[in-house]
């Protein structure tokens, strides 16, 4: 195929799939974009924005003369996605993915593609927000983001470059690694700050005296909240998908919780300042090497 | 007093008493400024930046005529500023705190004022950021921010009315309340996020794969993980002063945790989504209510 996509499919045109549209429009990088949802509401927005051309009321018949295919729903319903993509995809099709899990999402592809594995290219954007739907999305969304690219031994090195450089040309910064490595450290750095978040606002909306507490909360509660905004949908699919490694990490921070407990139930001032000094550097340290 | 203050000492020259200083002066409610401080480059910080036109060596000889005194320390510091304080005070003059725990520092004020304890208001802004010291010091700090006063029965009317119309001048809402319920309030909605925070970023800045997974980190752990930035000084004595409401409350957030693990555990998607779907509907509301 040529540097530009002459149609592209999204299925899902939610934040993800409709930015990604968006971002490839402004680049000048595709002729015809159709998309394909479950919320006739969410394409209508996406039409009138222009982040779609058209409407197909299913996969399989948006699939029939693609040449490239973006899967953008929730993991979860990404084998459907397959499935019907797989009986219309032509020879020269490249499809990729939006998921935040990877290894849950190859083996349902390989499921459902069969021999046609070797043109699906799984990647994952870390882009996102808590606001949700094609209403959400921006052409600038994956500027200067990462998108992460765990290809598979099936993938042809032009398959590759033809996700890689679609993904470029929405302003991302490509990287690779094996689907094992994606999974585990998505769930360290987003999958439990995830839960981490849910479960703050949770124990807190659950009380009697919710709203007596939220009256007086910071910024510090808006900050460390505002993860358990996002998609539930989304993340019940992500969390189920990379279960395994969730819940370790999720004992992992269970545990640094447990040490804090401790120190606190000793009232040992030394031990906390300790552990406070060091992750104050650990963050700043980090933050400084993304420019702050 | 008058609606003015003559002489404004603040004791502890950080974010909060500088900005405090910086948002009378903006507001023409104060006539000269008089610091105190353990650290001498903050201190020129804060005479370079007029937040304070003098400085004092101790907040002892700082007393002497002032008519308004913040102490703006971290709380575990207030006990040895109420002290010096003591010797010095007029019988006219104000004195009130900025600390986020509010018995503790009322007990320490006590011992160390004796008599002269109908002269301090104690109070809390819920304000503050990840920076600290002078240099961050804003004069907009305060505005449309809450200020919590949990006045004592020695208080008269008229020292109650001289610190909330001081923080009105700094653009503060101020309301009222008493100190055993901020202190509960506050270890739900503001120190227990800081140990959510801290123990997040210890945990994984502990890792042999820290480096790694800092790299492929978005803004999702970015602002779960804001809080961790915070001054390790000022959040030890706050955790120490608080708690037993905090560990109150690191055990329902423990047990919150659990719950999202047990359903993780039995891969119980319908459980995910109902947490999930019943917090971001919390957060919502909350920050519809807010001003979004």
């Known amino acids: ?18 930015s990604f549209s968006l971002a490839l429009k402004s680049a000048g990088r595709v002729r015809r974009v159709v998309g394909v949802g479950r919320t006739r509401a969410n394409l209508e927005q996406a039409l009138a924005m222009g982040a779609i051309d058209e409407v197909a009321e299913d996969a399989r018949l948006a699939a029939d003369g693609a040449d490239f295919i973006l899967v953008a729903t929730p993991v979860g319903a990404m084998g459907d996605a397959f499935g019907r993509i797989a009986t219309k995809l032509g020879e020269h099709a490249v499809v990729t993915d939006a998921g935040s899990t990877k290894q849950s999402v190859i083996a349902t592809a390989r499921a459902a593609l069969g021999a046609r594995i070797a043109q699906f290219v799984p990647g994952h954007p870390i882009a996102g927000s808590d606001e949700s739907g094609a209403a959400a999305a921006t052409a600038s969304l994956y500027r200067d983001r990462e998108l992460i690219l765990t290809p598979l031994p099936e993938n042809s090195p032009e398959a590759v470059a033809c996700v890689r450089t679609a993904w470029q040309a929405c302003g991302a910064r490509v990287t690779e690694m094996c689907a094992t490595e994606h999974d585990a450290v998505l769930a360290a750095v987003s999958h439990l700050p995830h839960l981490v978040s849910y479960a703050l606002v949770h124990e807190l909306a659950g ?25 539930p949908e989304m993340w019940r ?14 004992r992992r921070y269970q545990d640094a919780l447990a040490q804090l407990g401790a120190a606190l139930e000793q009232t040992d001032g030394a031990e906390l300042e300790r552990i406070f000094t060091a992750a104050r550097a650990a963050r700043r340290a980090w933050t400084a090497r993304n420019g702050g």
Chains 1, 2 share one sequence.
């Open 1 to 18: 195929m040529s540097a530009s996509i002459q149609k592209l499919v999204v299925v899902g045109v939610g934040l993800i799939g409709a």
């Open 207 to 231: 009380r009697a005296d919710a709203a007596q507490l939220f009256a007086h909360a910071g910024s510090g509660l808006r900050d460390v909240t505002r993860l358990a905004a996002s998609h």
């Open 237 to 250: 699919d992500i969390c189920v998908a990379n279960r395994e490694a969730l819940l370790g990490e999720l």
